[in-house]
């Protein structure tokens, strides 16, 4: 099937290029980190994890995202569903490519990632990090394929594939849970020691991750032969709706805990993200700019009209996603290390050459995608049709059909 | 002598290894999430494990006595001695030093408990902080490859070669007592003790609490060189010099409110003297 992603017109062909100019870039910048150390990074004795590690935490969120389509189709027969499911399938498996990516290029011995696998340790959380992330990378290369294999043939995907689908969506929820106690455990870092930090990761999740998936779709529907239907657009849209209510509700419940209590290490993190600590307030305007996208995406997703109107639409999901990339994606993992363990506050400004491995490793994850999805849609074009769409819903029950 | 040394240290790290892999194997059939609950494991000749009651296990730890090595002035001595012994560079940024031991003062030692109101001689005393070598150590439990692990004596050492440079057990450290190697240690190494190993970039170091001269039979080179000042000995046992250092005197510990249970306590009063 790869051979689909070979045929294109000028602007595929030209996406392709600037995607693997940004590789270049960013593998270039990679070998001079990997033969300086990560002294070429804003990191420090300090502020230990940096960008690599909160777009990690990001990209596992949207990688989890997958299974707000797989759930509505999978567990409810939300046949809507049915065209986009595959596309969900492969956003996770582009997001996981990335995560894992920004965790080797986190590493400062990255030849001995291994070890990891040669000397497992259960008592540690990135061991168990690392057998879910790799298992739903694996689930989800094996569903997609499958089912796309058995498309171009117009038959029916194999039995295991469902069981294989209903196992990915508790191993969903269980890559951004672990991904949560990666951090919510760590005795000292008041930021991140929250029972709510997994319910909060998967929130933004939600929300974050179909929002992209819904821009992408309607995307394709201008360029490409795949044109997904309005209600399923819509459904997706109430779901990142719903997703980010909980998420701005659970961001409020920590800072009533922080400021009700008053108990300055719960507070020192959320003061520097929102007004500075000690003179350092290099993230304030971005945590300002979050607040504000977050309640106009809101707005624009709560009333109806607005939700509905495909010219309206994009904006609101854009202005969700950026909320919850400045929240999760900059501010969460900095802000942990405000103050240290001596009280003070130490910034954190990433390196020139950090930004290009890191927009390397996305152009990574949009070339993954690219190629993933131009195979799909071309399946969807070519292939016999074993479709779930209502449309051949309607066909099987005007013929009288089951289904 | 110099071969002599070596050897030893082969043997050291190959026990260590042997160490860090029955823990791993005896957490992974216990089941537990917590690798360093429990005593020692020994293994026997036919192979099966034992794991010996806890009470029985040594804790080795320090009672530094601050106001009278302030009083002695020769902190700066032992940290370089230390320093230098150990092959700790000295990158000259503060964002990417390496500290083994330094000072620090009462309200970054102790933040839980300063209080705006000092008595001034305690606000100009300087604090050395180090590795605690935890009871139940964070960056032990956090490191995904028994890189860093708990020897039986107590000691939370660490074997370089083992190191992926995760940084989990920085972030995990309440005490920021752990360092990377930002970039190539040696460069910044004038002269380099063939007694110890130097590191390599992208590892994560700390006071390993000069375990390879306490299996010499040893104190660790800041007790040796303190005139008393830092006391060494096991915490576990009752008539150890530790254990009536903390008898006679009011001390404190950092962060004991997180549970890690710090092995190095401060004598802030200044003692029977």
Redesign the interface.
């Known amino acids: 099937m790869l051979e689909k992603a070979l045929k294109g017109g000028k602007l595929y062909w030209a996406w392709v290029a600037i995607l693997l100019v940004f590789i270049g870039i960013g593998i270039a910048a990679y070998i001079n980190q990997f033969n300086?150390?990560?002294?070429l990074t804003g990191?420090?004795?300090?502020v230990?994890?940096g960008l690599y590690i909160s777009q990690f935490t990001f990209m596992v969120g949207i990688a989890a995202s997958g299974v707000m389509v797989a759930i509505p189709l999978y567990l409810h027969n939300f046949r809507t569903y049915g065209k986009i499911v595959i596309f969900g399938e492969f956003m996770a498996v582009a997001a996981i490519v990335v995560a894992l990516l920004f965790?080797l290029a986190?590493?400062?011995?990255?030849t001995?990632?291994f070890?990891?696998i040669?000397?497992?340790?259960?008592?540690?959380?990135?061991?168990w990090d690392?057998c879910v992330l790799s298992s739903y990378l694996l689930v989800n290369i094996l569903i997609g394929w499958t089912v796309l294999g058995a498309e171009r043939k117009g038959v029916k995907a194999p039995k295991w594939c469902r069981i294989l689908a209903i196992i990915s969506i508790p191993l969903a929820f269980s890559i951004h849970t672990v991904t949560a106690f990666?951090?919510a455990g760590?005795?000292?870092?008041y930021f991140w020691m929250t029972a709510i930090m997994a319910p909060r990761f998967l929130a933004s999740a939600f929300a974050a991750g179909p929002a992209v998936l819904i821009v992408v779709c309607m995307i394709m529907r201008r360029f490409s032969t795949f044109k997904v239907t309005d209600k399923a657009i819509d459904a997706l849209a109430k779901t990142v709706c719903y997703a980010m209510i909980a998420n701005v509700f659970f961001f409020l419940l920590e800072i009533f805990t922080a400021f009700y209590s008053n108990v300055p290490?719960h507070k020192a993190s959320l003061i520097y993200l929102f007004a500075g600590l000690d003179g350092e307030n290099q993230l304030v305007p971005f945590m300002w700019t979050a607040v504000v996208l977050a309640f106009v995406g809101l707005f624009l997703l709560l009333v109806p009209k607005m939700r509905k109107n495909l010219k309206v639409l994009p904006v609101a999901l854009i202005c969700v996603f950026l909320a919850c990339w400045i929240d999760k994606g900059l501010g969460l993992i900095l802000a942990?290390y405000v103050p240290?363990?001596?009280?003070?506050v130490?910034n954190y400004i990433p390196n020139p050459n950090e930004i290009c491995v890191i927009i390397g490793i996305y152009a990574i994850g949009f070339f993954v995608l690219t190629i993933l999805y131009k195979i799909a849609v071309a399946v969807n074009e070519t292939g016999i049709a074993f479709d779930h769409s209502e449309e051949y819903e309607r066909k099987l029950e005007e013929a009288g059909g089951e289904h | 002598m110099q071969k002599d040394m070596k050897n030893q240290n082969s043997m050291e790290r190959r026990t260590f290894l042997k160490a860090?892999?029955a823990v791993?194997a005896g957490?992974?059939v216990a089941?537990?999430?917590?690798?360093?609950h429990g005593g020692p494991i020994t293994n026997k000749a036919d192979g099966s494990e034992v794991v010996e009651p806890k009470a029985k296990t040594r804790q080795w730890g320090f009672v530094i006595d601050v106001p009278k090595l302030n009083e002695l002035g020769i902190f700066e001595e032992i940290k370089e001695a230390c320093h230098a012994y150990h092959n700790v560079p000295d990158t000259g940024n503060?964002?990417?030093?390496?500290?083994w031991i330094w000072e620090?003062e009462y309200?970054?030692?102790f933040?839980?408990i300063a209080s705006e109101y000092l008595n001034e001689e305690i606000e100009e005393l300087g604090f050395p902080v180090l590795c605690n070598h935890c009871a139940d150590a964070?960056c032990?439990?956090?490191?995904?490859?028994?890189?860093t692990f708990k020897r039986e004596d107590g000691i939370v050492s660490m074997d370089y070669h083992?190191?992926?440079?995760?940084?989990?057990c920085?972030?995990?450290?309440?005490?920021?007592a752990?360092?990377?190697?930002?970039?190539?240690p040696r460069e910044f190494l004038d002269e380099v003790n063939p007694e110890f190993p130097t590191r390599?970039?992208?590892?994560?170091e700390k006071c390993m609490m000069c375990s390879e001269l306490i299996d010499k039979g040893e104190t660790p080179i800041c007790a040796a060189m303190s005139q008393g000042t830092i006391i060494f000995g096991d915490l576990n046992d009752p008539s150890s010099d530790v254990r009536k250092a903390l008898n006679e005197n009011f001390t404190i510990r950092r962060?004991v409110e997180?549970?890690?249970g710090p092995s190095v306590y401060y004598i802030v009063d200044g003692g029977e003297a």
């Open positions: 300086y150390g990560l002294g990191m420090s004795r300090d230990n994890w965790v986190d590493l400062g011995y990255p001995r990632v070890n990891v040669l000397y497992p340790s259960p008592h540690a959380m990135l061991f690392m990666l951090i760590l005795p000292g870092r290490s942990g240290n363990s001596f009280e003070e130490i | 860090g892999a791993a957490a992974a089941g537990t999430l917590s690798g360093c503060p964002k990417t030093a390496v500290k620090e309200h970054k030692t933040p839980e964070p032990v439990r956090g490191c995904p490859t028994e890189a083992r190191c992926i440079g995760c940084r989990f920085m972030a995990a450290c309440p005490f920021g752990r360092s990377l190697n930002f970039s190539d390599s970039k992208g590892v994560v962060r997180l549970g890690t």
